[in-house]
């Protein structure tokens, strides 16, 4: 069983993955399936990063907006308002793009308005985004009917019926699309076989090069997720996170190839590098939350400290994450001392609470670490383990 899916059955963590309203989404939500989270650090066609989607809107509000008041148009509150008004609104950001390439104060102007020094490229991004809005939710159904597929042998003619001619267009299709793909893998050997080659240079050829962009886009996508300071970090969120993050790299990874030179090669080196600086911290500090946990205070009465016992399981979830996607990162000696001192950390820890438990079976503090460290274990080890421990937990307070 995937070490995964032990999170939402075994350990008490809520996602609070955020959703906005369609209200607060840069655009009225028209071009969510395209947006990603900062930060970017490699961009790609086929998204564009909510920070700029938003500058750009509120541009859009504040400066394109006003002129087209004699022509009726005032305040945009909803999504159907903005379709509405969306014929005169395209040409006019169109004519503003255009005056910024004939003008170099107008260029200016722009990037000042927007306050963004790419604001350029973003505007036209967005532009073409709105303008084919009606294909992203094809897109997202044509993903979703990808893992409703049960054999693979469709998948290439499937892929045919992508606007594989036309770059832009598909890059913003392959980028709403792959959002919704479950297993990503599926997708990349179809079109290793649509391609004939394994080479990203024939996958290339064939138009599916915009695929593989959607996949470092969505993967790169994960970095903001990661947020691991504190002992109330989503680390439910996180672990799936993780394993997005595994499941797209290593399509690629596990069956494209990549010339060293690429730039595809170099935004999967710096993406990986990247999560794993972001994780590399808090595996480094699982032992110690670990044996704090455990242990009693030094002074004064003895009590649990919530904080510690909270800390010391989320840390255990993340190593057992780490574990499963420890392919896609670049963690493997701090994982590998991670993992190995944890078990030996919890066998000492299990087996003098149990002996103190025997002592002393009424001791409501070393019972809440004793069951504490049993969650771990069945998540280090595995459920018969923690079964056992389980069984000997009962032992102990009966013997006493």
Not at 287 to 311: C, F, K, S, W, Y
Not at 348 to 371: E, F
């Amino acid at each position: 069983m995937n070490q995964t899916a032990h999170i939402t059955a075994i350990q008490t963590p809520v996602s609070r993955q955020a959703s906005g309203s369609a209200a607060g989404s840069p655009f009225l939500g028209l071009i969510d399936p395209l947006l990603v989270e900062e930060p970017v650090v490699h961009v790609f066609a086929g998204s564009v990063s909510r920070t700029a989607a938003l500058a750009v809107w509120t541009w859009v509000k504040r400066d394109v907006l006003p002129g087209l008041a004699d022509a009726g148009i005032t305040a945009v509150e909803t999504a159907a308002e903005l379709e509405r008004v969306l014929p005169q609104l395209l040409p006019a950001m169109k004519a503003a793009l255009e005056k910024a390439d004939t003008d170099t104060e107008a260029q200016r102007r722009l990037r000042a308005q927007i306050g963004r020094d790419d604001a350029r490229s973003e505007v036209s991004t967005i532009l073409f985004a709105l303008r084919h809005r009606a294909v992203l939710a094809k897109a997202q159904g044509f993903g979703r009917a990808v893992n409703a597929m049960a054999e693979d042998a469709g998948l290439p003619a499937a892929l045919q019926s992508m606007p594989l001619q036309d770059a832009n267009l598909a890059a913003i299709v392959f980028h709403a699309a792959v959002g919704q793909v479950a297993n990503p893998t599926r997708l990349v050997t179809a079109a290793i076989r649509l391609s004939g080659n394994a080479t990203e240079g024939a996958i290339q050829r064939t138009g599916l090069g915009p695929m593989i962009d959607a996949f470092l886009a969505h993967a790169q996508n994960q970095i903001h997720v990661l947020k691991l300071g504190g002992p109330f970090a989503d680390i439910d969120l996180v672990c799936r996170s993780l394993d997005r993050f595994h499941r797209l790299i290593r399509a690629l990874t596990g069956y494209v190839e990549f010339p060293r030179n690429s730039r595809s090669t170099a935004a999967l080196s710096a993406i990986t590098k990247l999560v794993s600086d972001r994780v590399e911290p808090r595996l480094k500090e699982v032992v110690t939350d670990l044996n704090i946990a455990m242990r009693r205070p030094r002074e004064g009465a003895d009590r649990v400290d919530n904080d510690h016992i909270l800390a010391a399981i989320n840390g255990i979830y993340l190593l057992a994450a780490v574990r499963d996607c420890r392919d896609s990162l670049a963690l493997n000696a701090i994982f590998d001392q991670a993992w190995s001192q944890s078990a030996q950390a919890l066998e000492l820890h299990i087996q003098r609470n149990l002996d103190l438990l025997r002592k002393d079976p009424d001791d409501v503090h070393t019972g809440a670490r004793l069951d504490a460290a049993i969650t771990m274990a069945q998540v280090r080890f595995n459920t018969e383990y923690a079964d056992t421990l389980r069984r000997a937990r009962l032992a102990a307070e009966r013997r006493g």
